[in-house]
């Protein structure tokens, strides 16, 4: 599959900042369908622009894109099918480190059965089968994996504060770990900003007696957070500015969540691998009746599912699309989570065999859609 005009146009922007030209995303980046060879993805409605700023992704998503066509040979042509998948290659590394750490925090949450329940979903994921090809992806795969580490991040480094060290000096690695993950979520897509303020929350949740070296942990980390995103602007502190001035920090459109062709795409989109359809009604239903579930480890999840969700429902269109990915990484965090739970009690050879046949049902099924896309 070519890239389309907007992931061409982001390409050539990329391309065009790593060799020393204007900042991606900016008025001077800006070309027409003269300069780039293919129809103005700003006019076709695929990039949201004002004053010729990018209102939904700062020059690093740009970056990112155009980065493997920087080491791709020269004689590699790119319709070829290596070439497609050499322009595919950060979706795919995303895609792949994604899963990894689904996997390494649900096994640390809820041990081997947990981390494995968790990748086999994720694995067998159409939606995100078809982000990680880079089908209907973007650059919405990058943002949910800094989602991902910015909760998760946010939570470890709460628990560490309960010992007697020193805050900032000790924490240094996770710090810049948080950081990382804000600057990927948010420098992919402006709005996810909002995992700020949900790490601080986490944070504060987890630790609710250290809030002095909470927040001095939040704030050194959101600084930066702040100063990798000035070098995807490769320091120019005025484009900086006016990039940060433009840009669309909130979309929520309060009327979206009345309307019903909202709620039917986002549940299209977040449960339609047969998988999640039947585990997380069984898995919402344990949580609900049990109490056994209903601790931190099962509650967060859900509840960051939950937020996703309904930023989901009031933003239809992009960035809705990155906000429905993200629930569905947390959706399958949960649902390991209490299926782990259920196969330690006496139903546990019941609650494998039926969990193993849908898991492996849904992985046939997957795998025969690919091989008849591949043929045709």
């Given at each position: 599959?070519?890239?389309?005009?907007?992931?061409?146009?982001?390409?050539?922007?990329?391309?065009?900042?790593?060799?020393?030209?204007?900042?991606?995303?900016?008025?001077?980046?800006?070309?027409?369908?003269?300069?780039?060879?293919?129809?103005?993805?700003?006019?076709?409605?695929?990039?949201?622009?004002?004053?010729?700023?990018?209102?939904?992704?700062?020059?690093?998503?740009?970056?990112?894109?155009?980065?493997?066509?920087?080491?791709?040979?020269?004689?590699?042509?790119?319709?070829?099918?290596?070439?497609?998948l050499?322009?595919?290659?950060?979706?795919?590394?995303?895609?792949?480190?994604?899963g990894?750490?689904?996997?390494?925090?649900?096994?640390?949450?809820?041990?081997?059965?947990?981390?494995?329940?968790?990748?086999?979903?994720?694995?067998?994921?159409?939606?995100?089968?078809?982000?990680?090809?880079?089908?209907?992806?973007?650059?919405?795969?990058?943002?949910?994996?800094?989602?991902?580490?910015?909760?998760?991040?946010?939570?470890?480094?709460?628990?560490?504060?309960?010992?007697?060290?020193?805050?900032?000096?000790?924490?240094?690695?996770?710090?810049?770990?948080?950081?990382?993950?804000?600057?990927?979520?948010?420098?992919?897509?402006?709005?996810?900003?909002?995992?700020?303020?949900?790490?601080?929350?986490?944070?504060?949740?987890?630790?609710?007696?250290?809030?002095?070296?909470?927040?001095?942990?939040?704030?050194?980390?959101?600084?930066?957070?702040?100063?990798?995103?000035?070098?995807?602007?490769?320091?120019?502190?005025?484009?900086?500015?006016?990039?940060?001035?433009?840009?669309?920090?909130?979309?929520?459109?309060?009327?979206?969540?009345?309307?019903?062709?909202?709620?039917?795409?986002?549940?299209q989109?977040?449960?339609?691998?047969?998988?999640?359809?039947i585990?997380f009604?069984?898995?919402l239903?344990?949580?609900?009746?049990?109490?056994?579930?209903?601790?931190?480890?099962?509650?967060?999840?859900?509840?960051?599912?939950?937020?996703?969700?309904?930023?989901?429902?009031?933003?239809?269109?992009?960035?809705?699309?990155?906000?429905?990915?993200?629930?569905?990484?947390?959706?399958?965090?949960?649902?390991?989570?209490?299926?782990?739970?259920l196969?330690?009690?006496?139903?546990?050879?019941i609650?494998?065999?039926?969990l193993?046949?849908?898991?492996?049902?849904?992985?046939?099924?997957?795998?025969?859609?690919?091989?008849?896309?591949?043929?045709?």
């Amino acid at each position: 599959m070519l890239p389309d005009s907007n992931h061409a146009l982001c390409i050539y922007q990329g391309l065009e900042q790593w060799k020393g030209g204007a900042i991606a995303g900016t008025p001077q980046s800006l070309r027409s369908e003269a300069a780039t060879g293919v129809p103005s993805a700003g006019r076709a409605g695929h990039l949201r622009v004002r004053d010729g700023y990018d209102q939904d992704r700062s020059p690093l998503y740009y970056l990112i894109a155009a980065a493997p066509l920087l080491a791709r040979p020269a004689v590699l042509p790119p319709d070829s099918r290596i070439g497609q998948l050499w322009m595919a290659a950060p979706y795919l590394f995303f895609g792949v480190m994604l899963g990894g750490s689904l996997w390494y925090v649900s096994r640390r949450l809820y041990g081997n059965a947990g981390g494995y329940i968790a990748l086999a979903l994720y694995c067998f994921s159409p939606a995100m089968i078809a982000s990680a090809a880079g089908a209907q992806s973007l650059g919405e795969l990058g943002a949910v994996w800094g989602a991902f580490g910015t909760v998760f991040t946010a939570i470890a480094v709460a628990h560490t504060l309960y010992a007697p060290r020193e805050v900032v000096l000790w924490n240094w690695r996770r710090i810049l770990l948080l950081a990382l993950s804000l600057i990927l979520a948010a420098g992919n897509q402006f709005s996810m900003i909002v995992l700020a303020l949900v790490a601080l929350l986490l944070m504060l949740w987890v630790a609710p007696i250290r809030k002095r070296a909470v927040l001095a942990i939040w704030a050194t980390g959101c600084a930066v957070a702040t100063a990798l995103l000035l070098a995807a602007y490769f320091f120019q502190p005025a484009v900086f500015g006016q990039g940060m001035a433009h840009a669309r920090w909130v979309d929520f459109e309060p009327h979206a969540l009345t309307a019903s062709l909202s709620y039917a795409h986002t549940f299209q989109e977040v449960f339609r691998g047969p998988p999640l359809m039947i585990a997380f009604p069984c898995a919402l239903f344990t949580y609900l009746s049990w109490n056994r579930a209903r601790y931190f480890g099962n509650t967060a999840p859900l509840l960051i599912a939950v937020m996703f969700l309904i930023l989901a429902l009031a933003a239809p269109t992009f960035p809705g699309q990155g906000f429905q990915l993200a629930a569905l990484v947390f959706l399958f965090v949960f649902v390991a989570g209490v299926f782990a739970d259920l196969l330690e009690t006496r139903h546990g050879l019941i609650v494998t065999a039926s969990l193993s046949g849908l898991l492996l049902a849904s992985a046939v099924w997957n795998l025969l859609q690919l091989a008849r896309l591949a043929r045709s």
